[in-house]
């Protein structure tokens, strides 16, 4: 459920590609392009500046921060990654001209700029032909522009200047009808004439990609794991942002990066000589976002139950129940989960997982045991993991109380995530064999996972049944879904034993 929208934000998908451009260029015809049915020319004149942390925090995130004047958008814009050629942009109101950046829009970037403050990085000028592609009800289909830019780095006062070229669809993004055969017929009409890609992913870029530290190349398995965790830790900086715009599914990837990075850490820390205190750390953040995620998983999950009641008069007061337990308890966590992005905690966390790639980057690889680390070391500790997840599974089997073999369970679950991300993290040494073992993986996880959201299920439906003064056909009807539920776990229980077998003999080559 994550945080509060924040108010104010206009949120927009931004497609678009960028090409570079001689200065004597000529565009190519542009006539008949696919559901154009007229293109209309004009010139802009448009100013902006660019924020950012001395260090360049936002840029290297791949973000942007800036304050533009003229144009269709004047304001305050936020430009967030969103896949190939896409980005989200969140658009604030242009306010005063003191040029201090929105409370709202940097309140967003608290985690990735680690609280800096941001300053000037750079002020641009441009002078735009923008060459409007229309369709038959007028609608803009894309807009086709060449810009004359000229910049001034807030660092050092080095101008730049060049011409490019932008191909950006309209309305939001790959919404539009036909939105990305149009990109494609504009691009071969341009690379027919030589007009290349841009390397650089936006003019910021261009303007201070050469400030940017050159991405560190780290070799053998002490680089498996840094590449992992700097990915890990990306993933973190961007769903820090999207919890708190309240995105959907935002608190379900933030977790999950959070779990990767912890246990790639908890299995290979020790073969690397790494300090382990921020495993904790991870630990803690994903409890605290824990229930915002849980609750919204479980909410839809017995909606869906109680779509399935045969007696109509037991559905509606089921659901009713269902929606006013689940809406009280989301509020509660979304509380919890913009506290713990703003804790001094969460941040201290963050700079902890920087000091520690720092240190991964620089150091020797170095291991308590060997001295020197091998890749043989880190394969060892993914078959000792191996061996805990079968002692775990069979434990399932020894079960005397269903309470001992749903808590047994969800061990192994636990267990068996932890070995996932361990082959996600080695998989550089063996990407053929890691990649079979995955895919079981990928199964015997789900197994897991539905046997635990039917544990929880549960739960939550004895918590809603248990409040007084409702009505008996909305507490008939979740009994019926309790009932699905309990069905449901014991069909996953049933076929625990065979599913790890088959895991296991996938993940042995990597070993063995």
Same mark, same amino acid.
């Given at each position: 459920?994550?945080?509060?929208?924040?108010?104010?934000?206009?949120?927009?998908?931004?497609?678009?590609?960028?090409?570079?451009?001689?200065?004597?260029?000529?565009?190519?015809?542009?006539?008949?392009?696919?559901?154009?049915?007229?293109?209309?020319?004009?010139?802009?004149?448009?100013?902006?500046?660019?924020?950012?942390?001395?260090?360049?925090?936002?840029?290297?995130?791949?973000?942007?921060?800036?304050?533009?004047?003229?144009?269709?958008?004047?304001?305050?814009?936020?430009?967030?990654?969103?896949?190939?050629?896409?980005?989200?942009?969140?658009?604030?109101?242009?306010?005063?001209?003191?040029?201090?950046?929105?409370?709202?829009?940097?309140?967003?970037?608290?985690?990735?700029?680690?609280?800096?403050?941001?300053?000037?990085?750079?002020?641009?000028?441009?002078?735009?032909?923008?060459?409007?592609?229309?369709?038959?009800?007028?609608?803009?289909?894309?807009?086709?522009?060449?810009?004359?830019?000229?910049?001034?780095?807030?660092?050092?006062?080095?101008?730049?200047?060049?011409?490019?070229?932008?191909?950006?669809?309209?309305?939001?993004?790959?919404?539009?009808? %036909?939105?990305?055969? $149009?990109?494609? #017929? !504009?691009?071969?009409? &341009?690379?027919?004439? /030589?007009?290349?890609? +841009? *390397? @650089?992913?936006?003019?910021?870029?261009?303007?201070?990609?050469?400030?940017?530290?050159?991405?560190?190349?780290?070799?053998?398995?002490?680089?498996?794991?840094?590449?992992?965790?700097?990915?890990?830790?990306?993933?973190?900086?961007?769903?820090?942002?999207?919890?708190?715009?309240?995105?959907?599914?935002?608190?379900?990837?933030?977790?999950?990066?959070?779990?990767?990075?912890?246990?790639?850490?908890?299995?290979?820390? %020790?073969?690397?000589? $790494?300090?382990? #205190? !921020?495993?904790?750390? &991870?630990?803690?953040? /994903?409890?605290?976002? +824990? *229930? @915002?995620?849980?609750?919204?998983?479980?909410?839809?999950?017995?909606?869906?139950?109680?779509?399935?009641?045969?007696?109509?008069?037991?559905?509606?007061?089921?659901?009713?129940?269902?929606?006013?337990?689940?809406?009280?308890?989301?509020?509660?966590?979304?509380?919890?989960?913009?506290?713990?992005?703003?804790?001094?905690?969460?941040?201290?966390?963050?700079?902890?997982?920087?000091?520690?790639?720092?240190?991964?980057?620089?150091?020797?690889?170095?291991?308590?045991?060997?001295?020197?680390?091998?890749?043989?070391?880190?394969?060892?500790?993914?078959?000792?993991?191996?061996?805990?997840?079968?002692?775990?599974?069979?434990?399932?089997?020894?079960?005397?109380?269903?309470?001992?073999?749903?808590?047994?369970?969800?061990?192994?679950?636990?267990?068996?995530?932890?070995?996932?991300?361990?082959?996600?993290?080695?998989?550089?040494?063996?990407?053929?064999?890691?990649?079979?073992?995955?895919?079981?993986?990928?199964?015997?996880?789900?197994?897991?996972?539905?046997?635990?959201?039917?544990?929880?299920?549960?739960?939550?439906?004895?918590?809603?049944?248990?409040?007084?003064?409702?009505?008996?056909?909305?507490?008939?009807?979740?009994?019926?879904?309790?009932?699905?539920?309990?069905?449901?776990?014991?069909?996953?229980?049933?076929?625990?034993?065979?599913?790890?077998?088959?895991?296991?003999?996938?993940?042995?080559?990597?070993?063995?």
């Amino acid at each position: 459920m994550g945080t509060t929208k924040p108010s104010g934000i206009e949120t927009v998908e931004e497609t678009e590609r960028k090409y570079t451009a001689d200065a004597d260029l000529t565009l190519p015809d542009l006539s008949g392009l696919p559901g154009v049915e007229a293109l209309a020319e004009e010139r802009v004149e448009l100013s902006a500046q660019y924020y950012d942390t001395r260090d360049l925090r936002l840029l290297r995130a791949g973000i942007t921060l800036r304050r533009r004047e003229g144009g269709d958008d004047a304001g305050w814009h936020l430009k967030l990654p969103s896949g190939l050629d896409t980005r989200t942009e969140l658009r604030f109101p242009l306010g005063d001209a003191t040029g201090t950046p929105p409370a709202e829009l940097l309140g967003l970037l608290r985690g990735v700029r680690r609280d800096l403050p941001v300053e000037l990085a750079a002020l641009l000028t441009t002078s735009r032909r923008r060459i409007r592609a229309t369709g038959v009800d007028g609608t803009t289909l894309a807009e086709i522009v060449v810009d004359d830019v000229t910049a001034v780095r807030g660092a050092d006062d080095v101008q730049v200047q060049w011409r490019e070229i932008e191909v950006e669809l309209g309305g939001n993004g790959t919404r539009q009808p %036909g939105g990305a055969g $149009l990109l494609d #017929a !504009v691009d071969d009409r &341009l690379t027919a004439e /030589g007009i290349e890609r +841009s *390397p @650089s992913p936006s003019k910021l870029h261009r303007v201070l990609g050469d400030l940017l530290p050159a991405d560190p190349v780290v070799g053998g398995p002490a680089g498996y794991l840094r590449d992992y965790l700097a990915a890990e830790l990306r993933e973190l900086e961007l769903t820090d942002i999207a919890v708190r715009r309240a995105a959907p599914d935002a608190v379900h990837s933030m977790r999950k990066a959070a779990r990767r990075a912890r246990s790639a850490l908890q299995t290979y820390a %020790g073969d690397l000589a $790494l300090d382990e #205190a !921020v495993v904790e750390e &991870l630990r803690w953040l /994903g409890r605290r976002l +824990s *229930p @915002s995620r849980d609750l919204e998983v479980q909410w839809e999950r017995l909606l869906d139950r109680v779509a399935e009641i045969p007696v109509e008069s037991h559905r509606e007061p089921a659901k009713a129940r269902i929606d006013e337990y689940f809406s009280r308890q989301s509020e509660i966590a979304a509380i919890e989960a913009a506290v713990t992005l703003d804790s001094d905690r969460y941040l201290q966390m963050l700079l902890a997982l920087d000091a520690l790639l720092a240190g991964l980057t620089a150091a020797p690889e170095t291991s308590r045991k060997t001295g020197k680390v091998k890749a043989r070391d880190l394969t060892g500790s993914l078959e000792d993991l191996a061996k805990t997840v079968s002692k775990r599974v069979r434990a399932v089997g020894d079960a005397e109380t269903p309470d001992e073999r749903d808590a047994l369970m969800h061990r192994a679950r636990k267990g068996a995530k932890r070995m996932r991300y361990a082959i996600e993290v080695i998989r550089p040494l063996h990407p053929k064999r890691a990649g079979r073992a995955l895919d079981h993986f990928d199964a015997f996880q789900d197994l897991l996972g539905e046997f635990q959201d039917s544990v929880v299920a549960r739960e939550h439906l004895l918590d809603i049944v248990s409040e007084q003064g409702h009505a008996a056909e909305s507490s008939f009807g979740l009994g019926i879904a309790y009932q699905h539920e309990v069905l449901l776990g014991e069909a996953q229980a049933v076929h625990l034993d065979a599913a790890w077998k088959e895991a296991l003999r996938a993940a042995k080559p990597l070993w063995k």
